[in-house]
Structures are given as structure tokens and as C-alpha cells.
């Protein structure tokens, strides 16, 4: 089975920076492309950053320039460095993962780590 973990959130006054960290776990899969949602109270979730396989990367108007995802594979673990922080930008981030192994491909989501940005 795959397990996605975040870690890395927290409390942060705007213009401040967090790093989220998506450990990602599970024997004989490989993790092609890896996403950050996250979801605000009320607010539906929204796709925050993509990056490939290859670290080709994607990011939502929202977070470009201020926001940069990288991935390590050698500990199967994709961050997202988010800068200049907003209060809009509170919410609950989550890591979302596109495995595969052989005669399978599915898709796994953590369970998310609170970020919150105080005015």
C-alpha cells in the first residue's frame, strides 16, 4: 500500500515561510507525478503545485512566485517551499500521488497538514 505524509505545517504571520514536507511510502510502487492540494474552510480544494516524475513543474496562479515544489527520489519525498505567505493562503495542504507498479496504477492522498497565516 501507499502512504503519503505531510509534515512541515504550522502557524506563520504573513510574509513568512513554511516548508511542507510529502514523505511517501510503499514497497515495489513507483511515484510519478505528485500534487499539492489544499483546502480551505468552506472553500472547495484546489490544486496548488504538480511536479513530474522528470520535475517538470505546474503551478496555480495563486501560489507562482511565491511557491516552488521540488521532489528528492532518493527519499521518495516531494516539498513544497511556500514564501511571502497571505492569510488566504490558510488551509489544510495535502499531498496527492500517481502510483504505479507493475499491472497497476492508482491514486493516494495524505491525510494533510494544517497551514495557518495570520494578518
Known amino acids: 500500500q501507499v502512504q503519503p505524509v505531510e509534515s512541515g505545517g504550522g502557524f506563520v504571520q504573513a510574509g513568512g515561510s513554511l516548508r511542507l514536507s510529502c514523505a511517501v511510502s510503499g514497497l515495489g510502487w513507483n511515484f510519478l507525478d505528485i500534487r499539492w492540494f489544499r483546502q480551505a474552510t468552506g472553500k472547495e480544494r484546489e490544486m496548488v503545485a504538480t511536479i513530474t516524475l522528470g520535475g517538470v513543474t505546474n503551478y496555480a496562479d495563486s501560489g507562482k512566485g511565491r511557491f516552488i515544489i521540488s521532489r528528492d527520489n532518493t527519499k521518495n519525498t516531494v516539498y513544497l517551499q511556500m514564501n511571502s505567505l497571505k492569510p488566504e493562503d490558510t488551509a489544510v495542504y495535502s499531498c496527492?500521488?500517481?502510483?504505479?507498479?507493475?499491472?497497476?496504477?492508482?491514486?493516494?492522498w495524505g491525510q494533510g497538514t494544517q497551514v495557518t497565516v495570520s494578518s
Open positions: 496527492n500521488v500517481d502510483a504505479w507498479r507493475p499491472g497497476q496504477r492508482a491514486t493516494y
